[in-house]
């Protein structure tokens, strides 16, 4: 919907975009990506934006983690273990499935 001559954002694009300004070697959990997007304590559907996004994206979805640091797949999954080789390279260190939120977490 157009206000004002402005098109307004689909909650999946605000999310997106969240996600977008998370610098390399930082990290974000799902809440807090809800919470900046103006979706309050809706983190399981970012969750669910990220799984839908487009082929071809350059969102970096491999930055966005449950709130205690630990990767949302499976350990030894494929889906898992590119998340952790993605975050790896950007300098942020996953022990065990979990990353140090104290250390690593995006501070805007």
Avoid: C
């Amino acid at each position: 919907m157009a206000t004002g001559g402005v098109m307004e954002l689909s909650n999946e694009q605000r999310i997106w975009q969240v996600v977008m300004a998370i610098p390399a070697g930082k990290v974000a959990s799902y809440g807090q990506v809800a919470d900046m997007a103006g979706l309050g304590r809706q983190a399981r559907f970012v969750g669910r934006a990220l799984g839908r996004l487009p082929r071809g994206h350059e969102v970096p979805w491999h930055r966005v983690l449950r709130t205690t640091g630990q990767l949302a797949f499976p350990a030894g999954s494929e889906r898992f273990e590119l998340q952790a080789r993605l975050l790896a390279e950007e300098g942020v260190e996953v022990i065990g499935g979990r990353v140090a939120m104290a250390v690593h977490r995006w501070r805007p």
